[in-house]
């Protein structure tokens, strides 16, 4: 008898189980549905609800957003996975379009025909309002920035570019991957626009700098070491007063200023003009 009611009592506990797992797993068509009545105007092409637990992973078009499982709260921005150290965003945006530019923060949002405004994403500024980062500048001055704060590698006697980079970036890793195929001398300058500049002090503090910044890169632990990390601020000014809100962004040798992923073909091409 107690054996009966043990089992009677197991399957109910794992018929409510799964009706609870059931009633907590998003439903895309459902997203799919309440998005139709939502955004009318906005022609949804792929919704992703296992990715992320709780958001579903929206893409319209070009863009990409997330909404909850009721399509109620519309989330424009990065989605990280801090125990793969993966930029999700990054690497949804690379596979929708490997040339597309990234800027700040991921370039997620509404296609223009949608009737409803996405708010860009942004430092907060006076009494908590957002403050729109100003546009970036296509050439720059780099005899402004100290030689410190910079990791060099590459062949010592290919073409200079100087990239401003954030080590958890996706497509930050992706550049560095085209140029170590190329006869380039880099000069990187990490920033910290994820929040990684515990990472990039770990990095540039390391004695092997080139060393530790591809296991940065690989998401391999880089350990603990203090320097002078003033370069590293004096990156992070520039970058700020440049407009250069995310990364990657890469400078030629005369000062022009190309943000974002490229291949190695067009990053060829690019270089080329700064000769």
């Known amino acids: 008898m107690k054996l009966k009611v043990g089992l009677v009592a197991a399957l109910l506990l794992g ?3 799964t009706a609870v797992y059931a009633a907590d797993r998003l439903e895309p068509t459902r997203v799919s549905a309440l998005l139709k009545t939502r955004l009318p105007k906005t022609q949804v092409s792929q919704i992703d609800c296992d990715k992320v637990a709780g958001l579903c992973e929206v893409v319209a078009g070009k863009t990409l957003f997330y909404v909850d ?3 109620r709260y519309l989330i424009v921005g990065r989605v990280y996975d801090m125990e ?4 999700l965003t990054a690497a949804k945006l690379l596979e929708m379009n490997p040339d597309m530019l990234l800027g700040g923060a991921a370039k997620a949002g509404l296609e223009e025909e949608s009737e409803t405004p996405v708010p860009q994403m942004a430092a907060a500024g006076p009494a908590g309002r957002a403050a729109q980062p100003p546009a970036a500048a296509q050439k720059v001055d780099l005899s402004k920035l100290p030689a410190s704060g910079a990791i060099v590698w590459g062949n010592p006697s290919g073409t200079p570019v100087t990239i401003f980079t954030d080590l958890h970036c996706g497509f930050c890793r992706a550049l560095a991957n085209e140029l170590e ?3 380039v001398r880099v000069i990187e300058r990490p920033i910290s626009t994820l929040g990684t500049r515990d990472l990039s002090n770990r990095v540039y503090c390391a004695k092997d700098k080139p060393r530790a910044l591809r296991a940065a890169y690989a998401g391999a ?3 603990p070491a203090s320097c002078d990390t003033s370069g590293l601020d004096a990156n992070e000014n520039f970058a700020r007063s440049n ?6 962004v890469l400078v030629r040798s005369d000062g022009t200023v190309l943000e974002g992923y490229r291949p190695r073909a067009v990053l060829e091409t690019w270089l080329k003009g700064g000769r």
């Open 69 to 71: 499982g009721t399509a």
């Open 221 to 223: 632990e880089v350990a």
């Open 243 to 248: 407009g250069f809100s995310g990364t990657p």
């Open 84 to 87: 793969s150290r993966q930029d």
């Open 15 to 17: 018929g409510a189980a």
């Open 181 to 183: 195929q190329m006869n």
